[in-house]
C-alpha cells in the first residue's frame, strides 16, 4: 500500500518476544478499506491467541475534517463480543505516523512489559518499573524514560493490573472511550502501555486534488449545524442531553480539539487554579480534560457538584477504570459522596450497562439516536478513521464523499458495494 | 588566469577524492558539503578529523573542504602540523575549498594559532575596533579577534554578482546565504571571483542598513588564489548550502576547473571491507534507524525549550541538534531499499555505540533543562557525539554508494 498508508502491520507475540512484520496489501484494502474493516478481519486470523488489534482508519492523520481517530479492536470482557473501541485526542494520528497501519498484540507476556512505536520500529520492552503505578504516573514516567512530551500513551492503572472487567485503556492522564474492558485485556497480557511517538510522512496518489477537496469538505462542515459547538456541555446539549453548561462552567479553562477536528468535544476544567488563568500555571495537577459525556451526566444525576464530579473522573482516569460504568454502580449501590465513590474504585465490580449492545463503543451513543443508523455511521467513522462523535456532527461528510476522496488519495478504486459489504461484516 | 576555458575536468579526469574536514571547531554545515556532493554524485569523499588530517590523509585527497565554524577552534585544533599538512597539500596540486570558517582560515593573521596559517594575502572586511549598535541577533552579531571585533552585518541570503568568466561564467549573479562568513578585500595576485551586490527580501540585517551596504557592498564574496600547484576557493557566504542550487553548481564547477591533472588513486579497495544484504542489512538498518528515531523524537521535543549554548565562539540554538541527525535520518530509506551496505569490521558497532551514547545524553539534557540545571557542558559533550554519530554514519553510506558496480563479492547474507 503505497498512499496513506506507512505499508506495515506489525503482529507482537508477547509469549515469544517475536515481532512480525508485514506489508499492507493493496488487495487487503481494496476488500476491507481500512481501520475496523482490517482490525476485525486481522482479528478473526489471530482469533485463537486472544489478539488485541490496533489500527487506524484510511484518512486517518489527512487533512480530511475529522480525520483523528485511531480503533483498538479485540473481545470485550464486558460482553464476550468482539467490539471496536474509539483512540481519540492525538493518539489515532500519532499511531499512523508511528509508522505502522496495522498492529496485532498476541500471546500473555511472563512479566510487565511495554510497547514503544517510534518510527517504523516496535520495541518490546521490560515494565517492571511501571507496573503499580497509575496511570498519571505511568505516562509521565515513560515521557520521561523517552524524553518527549509528545509521546501518546494508552495505558492502564490499577483496575487493568488486577484484572477489573470495568478497566479502562486511558490515553496520556484522560479517559478514553475504552467502555468495552479492554484495560482488563492489556491487564492480563502484562502489558502496562504503548508509548507512540512518530514523525512520518503520507503519501498522497493525487495530492493537489485531495487538498483541494479537503478545504471543500472543511467549508461544508464549517458552515453546517455543528459549526458553533464549543466544549463538551455544548456538544451534550446539542445531542439533546440535559443542558449543562452552566453546571459546568464555572470549572471550564478552555476546549480542546481531536487532531484536526473542527469541533472541540473536549472541556479542559480546572479544579485547582483558576479557571480564567491566561497564562501557564505552576500547579502540577491543575485540572483535568473531560472527554466523555455519559459519565459526566450520570454523576450530576447522583448529585454531584461539578467540581466533586470532575475529581471522581479524575480519579478514575488514574485508577484506568470506566468512569461511565463507576457512576453507574455508584447509582446503584446509592453511593453519592465522592469520597466514597473514589474510595470504592479498588474494590468495584460489574456488570455494567455501560458497554452498550453494540459492537461500537457506547461513547459516542449520546442522545436519542436512532440505532441502526447511529450503527452505520459508527462503522464508517471507524473504517475511515473520522471521529465518532464528530462524524454524527457532520453529514456533510457522507459516504460517497468518503470513498471519492479515499480513492483520490489511494489511487484505489473503493466502492459503495465494498463499503457497504464490510460494515455488514463488522456490525454484523 | 584560465579564463574562458570549458570546465569539463570532470569528464577528463573522472570524480575526485574530497576530504571533509569535521572535525574540532566545525559547525554542523560540514553536512551542507556532504549533502551537496552527495546530490551530484561525488561519492569519494573522506570525513577527516583533525588528527586524520595531521597524519597522512590528504595524501590521499584532490579537494579539502572546510566548513563554517568557529575559526579559531578549527586553527587551534589543526595546530602547526595541521597548517603545514594543508599547505602542502595545496601547494602540491590539491584544491582548498572553504566557506565561512574556513575561509577566514587561511586569510593573514598575527593571532596565535590563526597565524600558522597565513596563506592568502587577502583581508576581513568586516573587522572594526569599535562596535557598532547591533539591530537583532545579538548573540550572533559579533566575534571578538583579539583587542577588534569581527562584525557581521547581515545573515541569511545575499545578492552576488560573479565576474562572469570561467569558472563562475555559467551565472552572472546569485543569491546565498551568509551566516558569519566575511566580506573579502583580495590582495596580490587573488582573483575576484565574485562580489557582494545586493540584498534580498529574505536578509536580515543586524546593524544599520547603511553601514551594512558599505561593509558588504563591492566586496570580494569568493576568492581564488593560486599557491604552488594548487588552489585555495574562499567563500564567505556559504555556496554549499543544499537550498542553493545555483550557488552549488559554480562551486562544483570551481572545484573541478581547478582541479589537478594527476589525480590521487582512488577507489581503493580494503580487504578488510565487507558487503552485508539481504536480512543482515535489514537487521542493521533497524538498529541504526532505532538510536536515530529516538535521537530525533527527543530532539524535536527540545526544540519547544528556549535554551542557547556558547560553545566556543559559536552560539548553538536547540534547533542545531537536528541538523546533524537530518542528514542521517534521510539517508536510512535509501539504504533499505538498496538493502546492502559495504563497511569495515567494527564500523557499525561504533555507530550504534555513539548514537546510543548521544540519544541518552539528549534525553538527560532535556531533564536537566526542565529541572532547571545548566547543561552547558553536556551540550559542548552532545554536539561532539553528534558529530561523530554523522561521521560515522555518513562514512558507511558513502562507502556503500561507491560500491556501483565494483565487483566486490558479497561477504555475508
Known amino acids: ?428 | 588566469m584560465k579564463e574562458n576555458e570549458p570546465c569539463n575536468r570532470s569528464d577528463d579526469k573522472g570524480h575526485p577524492r574530497i576530504g571533509i574536514y569535521t572535525g574540532r571547531g566545525t559547525s554542523h554545515s560540514w553536512l551542507w558539503f556532504a549533502e551537496v556532493f552527495d546530490r551530484i554524485g561525488f561519492f569519494d569523499l573522506a570525513f577527516l578529523t583533525e588528527t586524520e588530517l595531521r597524519g597522512d590523509a590528504l595524501d590521499r585527497c584532490d579537494v579539502l573542504a572546510m566548513s563554517g565554524g568557529d575559526t579559531f577552534a578549527i586553527a587551534e585544533g589543526l595546530g602547526p602540523e595541521g597548517a603545514d599538512k594543508v599547505k602542502r597539500f595545496i601547494t602540491h596540486g590539491g584544491v582548498y575549498i572553504g566557506s565561512c570558517a574556513g575561509a577566514y582560515l587561511p586569510l593573514h593573521s598575527s593571532k596565535e594559532h590563526l597565524n600558522l596559517f597565513n596563506f592568502v594575502p587577502a583581508k576581513i572586511g568586516n573587522l572594526t575596533r569599535t562596535l557598532p549598535e547591533a539591530r537583532g541577533l545579538r548573540e550572533k552579531f559579533c566575534t571578538a579577534y583579539g583587542c577588534a571585533y569581527v562584525f557581521h552585518p547581515v545573515r541569511e541570503a545575499v545578492r552576488l554578482t560573479t565576474n562572469g568568466f570561467a569558472p563562475f561564467k555559467k551565472a552572472p549573479s546569485l543569491d546565498a546565504p551568509l551566516y558569519g562568513g566575511p566580506p573579502l578585500i583580495a590582495g596580490g595576485s587573488a582573483q575576484v571571483l565574485a562580489t557582494y551586490s545586493g540584498f534580498t527580501e529574505k536578509t536580515v540585517f543586524l546593524v544599520d542598513r547603511k553601514l551594512a551596504s558599505d561593509t558588504l557592498l563591492g566586496k570580494a564574496a569568493v576568492i581564488r588564489q593560486k599557491i604552488g600547484q594548487g588552489y585555495l576557493h574562499l567563500y564567505g557566504p556559504h555556496f554549499e548550502h543544499p537550498r542553493f542550487t545555483v550557488a552549488n553548481q559554480l562551486m562544483t564547477d570551481a572545484m573541478l576547473y581547478d582541479l589537478r591533472l594527476d589525480p590521487v588513486q582512488i577507489h581503493e579497495t580494503i580487504a578488510s571491507e565487507e558487503i552485508i544484504s539481504g536480512e543482515a542489512c535489514r537487521n542493521l538498518l533497524k538498529d541504526i534507524k532505532r538510536e536515530i528515531s529516538n535521537a530525533r523524537i527527543v530532539a524535536v521535543g527540545l526544540e519547544t525549550l528556549p535554551v542557547q549554548w556558547t560553545i566556543g565562539n559559536k552560539v548553538y540554538e536547540t534547533a542545531k541538534i537536528r541538523e546533524f541527525i537530518e542528514p542521517v535520518w534521510r539517508r536510512i530509506k535509501p539504504l533499505e531499499k538498496l538493502n546492502r551496505m559495504r563497511l569495515l569490521p567494527g564500523q557499525a558497532g561504533r555507530l550504534l555505540q555513539v548514537a546510543s551514547e548521544t540519544t541518552a545524553l539528549l534525553r538527560e539534557v532535556k531533564r536537566d533543562l526542565k529541572s532547571g540545571i545548566d547543561t552547558l557542558y553536556k551540550a559542548k559533550d552532545l554536539f561532539e557525539r553528534l558529530n561523530r554519530t554523522s561521521t560515522l554514519f555518513l562514512e558507511i553510506y558513502f562507502r556503500t554508494k561507491r560500491m556501483g558496480n565494483s565487483g566486490i563479492q558479497e561477504l555475508r547474507d
Open chain 1, 1 to 428: 500500500m503505497e498512499y496513506l498508508a506507512s505499508n506495515k502491520i506489525a503482529i507482537v507475540d508477547l509469549a515469544t518476544r517475536d515481532i512480525m512484520e508485514e506489508e499492507l496489501d493493496d488487495d487487503l484494502v481494496l476488500e476491507r478499506i481500512g481501520g475496523a474493516g482490517i482490525t476485525k478481519s486481522l482479528y478473526d486470523r489471530f482469533a485463537d491467541e486472544v489478539p488485541i488489534v490496533l489500527g487506524t482508519g484510511l484518512l486517518t492523520g489527512s487533512l480530511v475534517p475529522g480525520s483523528s481517530l485511531g480503533v483498538i479492536t479485540a473481545k470485550s470482557p464486558s460482553t464476550g463480543r468482539v467490539s471496536h473501541v474509539p483512540l481519540s485526542l492525538d493518539a489515532g494520528m500519532e499511531l499512523k505516523y508511528s509508522g505502522f497501519d496495522y498492529i496485532v498484540i498476541k500471546g500473555t507476556s511472563e512479566k510487565p512489559v511495554y510497547l514503544w512505536i517510534h518510527d517504523g520500529i516496535l520495541d518490546l520492552n521490560d515494565a517492571e518499573d511501571l507496573w503499580g503505578k497509575d496511570v498519571w504516573s505511568a505516562t509521565d514516567h515513560i515521557r520521561d524514560l523517552m524524553g518527549d512530551d509528545l509521546i501518546q500513551v494508552l495505558g492502564i492503572g490499577e483496575a487493568g493490573e488486577k484484572g477489573s472487567d470495568l478497566a479502562q485503556i486511558c490515553i496520556n492522564y484522560w479517559q478514553s472511550g475504552d467502555r468495552m474492558g479492554f484495560g482488563n485485556l492489556f491487564g492480563k497480557k502484562r502489558l502496562k502501555l504503548i508509548a507512540m511517538r512518530g514523525m512520518g510522512l503520507l503519501e498522497i496518489a493525487e495530492p493537489e486534488e485531495f487538498v483541494e477537496k479537503c478545504g471543500g469538505l472543511l467549508s461544508a462542515v464549517k458552515s453546517g449545524g455543528a459549526a458553533n459547538i464549543r466544549g463538551i456541555a455544548a456538544m451534550a446539549a446539542a445531542f439533546g442531553e440535559e443542558d449543562i453548561e452552566g453546571w459546568l462552567k464555572p470549572l471550564t479553562h478552555k476546549h480542546m480539539a481531536c487532531f484536526n477536528t473542527s469541533v472541540p468535544t473536549n472541556t479542559f476544567v480546572f479544579l485547582d487554579e483558576d479557571p480564567a488563568l491566561l497564562k501557564e500555571t505552576t500547579v502540577k495537577e491543575p485540572g483535568f480534560l473531560l472527554t466523555d459525556i455519559a459519565p459526566l451526566l450520570a454523576l450530576k444525576r447522583l448529585g454531584l457538584t461539578a467540581a466533586d464530579a470532575c475529581h471522581v473522573l479524575k480519579a478514575c482516569a488514574k485508577f484506568g477504570i470506566d468512569g461511565a460504568a463507576v457512576a453507574e454502580l455508584s447509582e446503584k449501590t446509592g453511593l453519592t459522596d465522592p469520597e466514597a465513590i473514589k474510595g470504592s474504585l479498588p474494590n468495584l465490580k460489574g456488570p455494567a450497562s455501560s458497554s452498550g449492545d453494540a459492537v461500537f463503543s457506547p461513547w459516542a451513543a449520546v442522545g436519542n439516536q436512532e440505532k441502526d443508523a447511529w450503527m452505520r455511521r459508527q462503522a464508517v467513522a471507524y473504517i475511515f478513521g473520522l471521529h465518532p462523535l464528530f462524524a454524527l456532527m457532520a453529514p456533510e461528510l457522507n459516504e460517497e464523499k468518503l470513498l471519492d476522496i479515499s480513492s483520490l488519495g489511494t489511487e484505489l478504486e473503493l466502492t459503495q458495494e465494498t463499503l457497504d459489504e464490510v460494515i455488514a461484516d463488522i456490525t454484523g
